[in-house]
Antibody, heavy 119, light 110 residues
Framework: QVHLEQSGAEVKKPGASVTVSCKVS????????IHWVRQSPGKGLEWLGG????????IYAQSFQGRVTMTEDSSTDTGYMELNSVTSEDTAIYYC????????????WGQGTQVTVSS | QSVLTQPPSGSASPGQRVTISCSGS????????VYWYQQIPGTSPKLLIY???RRPSGVPDRFSGSKSGTSASLAISGLRSEDEAAYYC???????????FGGGTKLTVL
């Protein structure tokens, strides 16, 4: 059974970068496609991007293009999401979620990482 | 504003049946499978329905999903207090080349 464990809460100043990690257990990272979704205070879910095995590369939501980078370290089965030039609008809970290769649903999700941007 | 439209809230009494709607477009729901996620306050979203109407193992058959054209719906029968949560629909949007979510429906069990 897949389990995703995310890194701890972050507090950043405007203009800084933040990196959140997502450690996979129960399966190899190669068997999964890791995606990132955020949830702003009191709001719904917003997809940032994730690995598309059909094209063999990471795809990003247009609104985050150029500002977010998602990488993976297969040696440690860990995925990373780096968001640059953060503003108060980026204050949110960031989730990683996995899609098993051959499937199509986000299942399971990590526990979430609170990112707070404040001067 | 979310690409998929859901009612922001709903309520029903224990034992009743409730339906949550999700409206999209030809490039989203009209062309792709729909997924539903349940988020109990303070926890991560959990997969409830996949491929329009299939339940993962462990999800009670009180939960069912359906899709017609550019809309989908989630039905919960025999409502229980533990069903009080936010429910989100999701699908791939071919025009945006992105996964899109509904704004979520907060369900209150009276």
């Amino acid at each position: 059974q897949v389990h995703l464990e995310q890194s701890g809460a972050e507090v950043k100043k405007p203009g800084a970068s933040v990196t959140v990690s997502c450690k996979v257990s129960g399966r190899s990272l190669r068997e999964l496609s890791i995606h990132w979704v955020r949830q702003s205070p009191g709001k719904g879910l917003e997809w940032l991007g994730g690995f598309d095995p059909e094209v063999g590369e990471t795809i990003y939501a247009q609104s985050f293009q150029g500002r977010v980078t998602m990488t993976e370290d297969s040696s440690t089965d860990t995925g990373y999401m780096e968001l640059n030039s953060v503003t108060s609008e980026d204050t949110a809970i960031y989730y990683c979620a996995s899609i098993l290769v051959g499937d199509s649903a986000f299942d399971p999700w990590g526990q979430g990482t609170q990112v707070t941007v404040s001067s | 504003q979310s690409v998929l439209t859901q009612p922001p809230s709903g309520s029903a009494s224990p034992g009743q049946r409730v339906t949550i709607s999700c409206s999209g477009s030809t490039s989203s729901i009209g062309s792709n499978y729909v997924y539903w996620y349940q988020q109990i306050p303070g926890t991560s979203p959990k997969l409830l329905i996949y491929l329009n109407n299939r339940r993962p193992s462990g999800v009670p058959d009180r939960f069912s999903g359906s899709k017609s054209g550019t809309s989908a719906s989630l039905a919960i029968s025999g409502l229980r207090s533990e069903d009080e949560a936010a429910y989100y629909c999701a699908t791939w949007d071919d025009s945006l080349s992105a996964w899109v979510f509904g704004g979520g429906t907060k369900l209150t069990v009276l």
